[in-house]
């Protein structure tokens, strides 16, 4: 699977007088999962609200191989569903009164033949919750409703995934568990992943490359190994 290079140069400012915060960065990313690292308050949220477009940078250009999301300069701007990205939110945002399998069929590419259907089960079958299928988000347990929102981004056939601390509502021993089903979902999916997290852990065993965020710029980019053996 030939992977696309995700290419951004974000500039965004918000609040005014002296509360101002400017996000500030160009990030490149492609195979594998790439992870934005650093504090909260560093703008990784906002970096990844404007590659989805849910956010609109002041100016820059973010691009997915040929294919342009945003343009200040040429005044391109693609709306969310046709940027062709997943994104797993930090608090999973399941649709309450609907069962586990049909919040992972919601957006998806699907049509006649079946095939968004079958997508999910396989998915599903993927991460171990297949009994899931027919309960609501309330009957499912932390990692059973995170796993339903990995395959609910996961089915609409993303060119990118985008997952915004999807660990951080869980307790230590599903996060150690689900940081390894992130990492081997990856693989098998051959998807590229941008991963924004602060947890050193999560960092260290998904990231095979970092850009460290601060302030909102970025502070470093390269080899995670390397980045995180210098923090302290």
Same mark, same amino acid.
Request: hydrophobic fraction near 40%.
């Given at each position: ?38 504090p909260s308050g560093a ?37 969310? $569903?046709? #940027? *062709?990205?997943?994104?797993?939110? @930090? ?8 069962? /586990?399998?049909?919040? !992972? ?30 309960? $609501?988000? #309330? *009957?499912?347990?932390?990692?059973? @409703? ?8 996961? /089915?609409?056939?993303? !060119? ?73």
């Open positions: 699977m030939l992977t696309e290079i995700l290419d951004a140069r974000i500039r965004k400012r918000f609040g005014s007088g002296g509360s101002v915060v400017e996000i500030d960065v160009h990030i490149q990313a492609n195979d594998g999962i790439t992870v934005l690292f650093g703008g990784k949220t906002s970096i990844l609200r404007a590659v989805a477009g849910i956010m609109i940078p002041d100016e820059g250009r973010i691009a997915l191989g040929k294919t342009v999301f945003f343009d200040s300069s040429s005044g391109v701007n693609l709306p969310m $569903r046709r #940027r *062709e990205v997943g994104y797993v939110f @930090q608090n999973h945002l399941l649709f309450p009164h609907m069962t /586990a399998e049909q919040n !992972a069929l919601y957006g998806a590419r699907g049509d006649a033949d079946g095939s968004a259907h079958e997508r999910v089960r396989s998915l599903f079958a993927m991460m171990g919750i297949e009994k899931t299928a027919a309960r $609501r988000p #309330r *009957e499912l347990s932390g990692g059973e @409703q995170q796993r339903v929102a990995l395959a609910r981004a996961l /089915a609409t056939d993303p !060119a990118i995934m985008l997952l915004d601390e999807p660990l951080s509502s869980v307790d230590a021993a599903t996060r150690e568990r689900l940081t390894e089903e992130i990492a081997d979902i990856q693989r098998r999916t051959g998807v590229p992943f941008l991963y924004v997290t602060h947890n050193h852990a999560e960092a260290r065993r998904l990231g095979k490359t970092m850009i460290l965020i601060s302030e909102g710029k970025v502070a470093r980019q390269g080899d995670a190994t390397e980045i995180l053996g210098a923090q302290p």
